[in-house]
């Protein structure tokens, strides 16, 4: 099977042609139509680039089932027979997917997609999942990405698999020495494993066998005894063969040229050529849908040579100014631009541009020359035939042949000979920067690839200039005179100057011509914005603000693209800038902190192309710093002074956000200790924005004065918010509704600030604490007369001068009279009046319960009854009254009797005289 080398070259190429004020842009080479031409490389060219290949391998191989039964990877496959062959890869209208033909027999030659049948390659990679196969076209499509790698598709195919297949060769012979070509097709049937295809083939020479377009190597098939026998897979699909009938020897009279093609290396530009030479000078072959011509000498007569002053002048000019002409290198940058030096590249579109004037003289489709190439590449080479067709005819001593084979299956050849006229004259030019302190050591700018067209005082072109690294360029073959130069294409990173430039040429000398570019800047405007993340505008939260926060801004010569590329690399210059209140920066000394000069143009600050950075080293107040580094490009565009490629960051800026703690006080007691049976629990706060901005909280807006968020205390008086609730800004923290058992009075709200990132500010203290006044009340007590039940004594008895103790009952210390009393403690001590009442001031007691006990009884009373009264303190200023039946303190009356003795008078004795009796005697 041939082995195709996979020597070739990059196509996706653009260029700009300036050339006799012709202009045309060429896009990536190959299209869905492409095909090849047969050919090879020749002697002495340079080698060709890696990487680029339009052509993959496809692979049949035949295994035993039988003993590949357990096969879990490919590399277990036991083959038996290996059939290879070349397929070119196409792009589809859209470009989006690559085509490949891996089946030639679609329907007829089975194969398997499923696991373990079928895998894609590009290089060692396998693509196998990236692949889908239509098995009515028999093509594989990949993603358009894998274009131009190297490709290779296995089929796995058991031996049982193994079919006939309908395999037609072509066969045309060419008389040797002119005469009607004959043509022939053989129709054989072999079997999808045979590697060699035989044919009969007598009498002919100079042998071209073709499949799918692609020339086997001469050593890849024999012609012997009548028979060619060709090295080439059944499953590749039919094959062509063109041949010449052995030739008589001509007479005198003709001119033989010496015929190199070289088959080494193919040539891969979207279609497939060899590079040819002939008589040591680069040949171009002209039907590229032809086969080509194998080496050898060939003889022509004066008639093969071309004349001038009629319409093939263009032809002779193609084969002067492209590929290998002696105007070659005075046209090629213009023409095919820095890929003018690449081998491949240059003879590839040079020969299809010949092939494309020469079939036009001869009257056949001239489009055929461009087989196998897009539209926009077709388009691009009609401009290089119009600009060549534009340029002065070769000097005299130049002459153009055509030769061949003879058969018309095989294409024509042009060559030519040049014996050269020594120059006139030349102009050198040397350009260099308006301004090398923004061009120096800076890879965005460079000197090279500007080009000048040369025009004689009568505005005549006679050619063109391209400079190079150092600026210089030079055009030779100048006749005496004056001329002019006009830029018409600029070097990288300068503006373009159209305006002429005149100089003379003096005979065997150079002329030198200075001329100067301007630099393209970028004058910047605004550097960058800063914007609230939270709001996503240029207003900042609460007190915050987006003015003066600092960016460091680095320039870097070159293009760096990640912080890796510039790591080790020092900037050219650094500049410190602020933002204004509206968070904007400008390159402009009016928002510079320090940093080094400007570079100017026209006066005002500006950048040179290269790399901007821009860090924040700064945050404004009441943001955080946003270390995030941006790196900018600042680009070529256009051909004017001044671009605008700069593209000004816009740097979010995350606000400080922190929360609040606040912690309820008892007024009285100063600590976070309620008294009697009050709670510091319950207490609701709201937070009021107090700042001067609006704010954001919960992902609401709330303007100045509006409350942002409410928060209730818990059972050991705290309310506390999450670390991240409020912006930095003011705030005022205001009660809205009391815990239980105190009062709306007292320190009931608190300023606070919020300043630092994810901090709680604490209202703890003595100072800061909201702090309220706990409830009070007192109490009025009755004595009442336990029998009467009612407040009036009996006897001589008085319900004045009980002592009655008031016991805390609460659950908590309560303060009376600026003393602290423990449940349980006697917190006031009161005495009964005349009236048997006893009584407390309104505000006396704290919020809780209470219970009042008889210390002692008043006269006349014991200390028995109802001695002990429990109350509680709920309502402010009010006094519980313990004055009715059901709530006094009730106390028994002391009782007691009498015993009479009756006495004589006279006696004083109980004893009774005479007849007298002391019994009887009635007593009230």
Known sequence: MKQFFKKSFILLIIFTICFSLVAASSPPIGSA????????????????????????????????????????????????????????VRLDEEGTSALIAANQ??????????????????????????????????????PGSFYGQSITIEWYCPASDVVELPVKVDVMIAPGNGGESKSTTIELTLPSNADTISVPLQGANNVVVTQNMIDFLPEEHTLSDGTLTMNVSAVGGDVTVSA????????????????????????????????????????????PVLSGVADGNYTISANSFIQRGGTYDVLIKAAYYLYGGPGWDSVKNNLFGSDANRFEYAYGLSHAAAAYIYLGLIGENADNAFKGLNSSTA???????????????????????????????????????????????????????????????????????????????????????TTGADGKGRLDGLASGAYYIVEVVAPQGFALDSSHVSFSIVSSQTTTVKVTDTAQTDPVGILLRKLDSGSGASDPQGNASLEYALFTVKFYKGYFYTEAELAGVAAERTWVFFTDADGYAVFSSDYLAWGDSFYYFAGDPTLPLGTVTIQETSAPTGYLIDNTLFIRQITSEGNTEEVYTYNAPIVPETVIRGGVSVTKFDSELNTATPQGDATLAGAVFEIVNRSEEAVLVGGASYVPGAVVHTMTTDAAGVATTVSDLLPYGRYEVIEKTPPGGYRETGKTSQIFNISANGTIVNLNTTATAIKNDPIRGGVSISKYDAELNTAAAQGDATLAGAVLEIFNRSANSVRVNGTPYAPGAVVHTMVTDATGSAATANDLLPYGNYEIIEETEPTGYLNT????????????????????????????????????????????????????????????
């Open 33 to 88: 139509e492409s095909q090849t031409e047969p050919g090879g490389m020749a002697a002495n060219a340079p080698p060709v680039g890696e990487g680029f290949t339009s052509v993959v391998r496809v692979l049949y191989k035949y295994y035993d089932a039988k003993k590949n039964q357990n096969i879990t990877r490919f590399e277990d496959y036991t083959v038996e027979s290996e059939h290879e062959f070349s397929s070119y």
């Open 105 to 142: 027999y679609p329907g007829i030659l089975p194969v398997s997609t499923d696991e373990l049948r079928f895998r894609v390659l590009a290089g060692e990679a396998d693509i196998t999942d990236k692949a889908a196969y239509d098995t009515q076209t028999g093509y594989v499509s990949l």
């Open 244 to 287: 010449v009938q052995t030739a008589r020897t001509r007479g005198t009279g003709f001119t033989t040229v010496v015929h190199d093609r070289q088959q080494d290396n193919s040539i891969d530009y979207g279609y497939i050529t060899s590079y040819y030479v002939a008589n040591g000078n680069p040949a171009f072959c002209l039907s």
């Open 379 to 465: 388009t691009h080479l009609r401009n290089v035939v119009a600009a060549v067709g534009a340029q002065p005819m070769p000097p005299d001593g130049f002459d153009v042949f055509l030769y061949g084979s003879g058969n018309p299956s095989q294409q024509m050849l042009m060559g030519w000979n040049y014996t050269p006229a020594p120059p006139v004259g030349s102009v050198e030019i040397e350009k260099t920067s308006s301004n090398p302190s923004l061009t120096n050591n800076n890879p965005c700018y460079s000197l090279a690839g500007a080009v000048y067209d040369v025009y004689t005082d009568g505005n005549v072109k006679v050619g063109s200039i």
């Open 865 to 924: 009854g109802k001695i002990s009264q429990a109350f509680s303190i709920t309502a402010h200023g009010v006094i519980v009254n313990l004055t009715t039946s059901t709530t006094a303190i009730k106390n028994n009356p002391i009782r007691g009797g009498v015993s009479i003795v009756k006495y004589d008078a006279e006696l004083n004795t109980a004893t009774a005289q005479g007849g007298a009796t002391l019994a009887g005697a009635v007593f009230e």
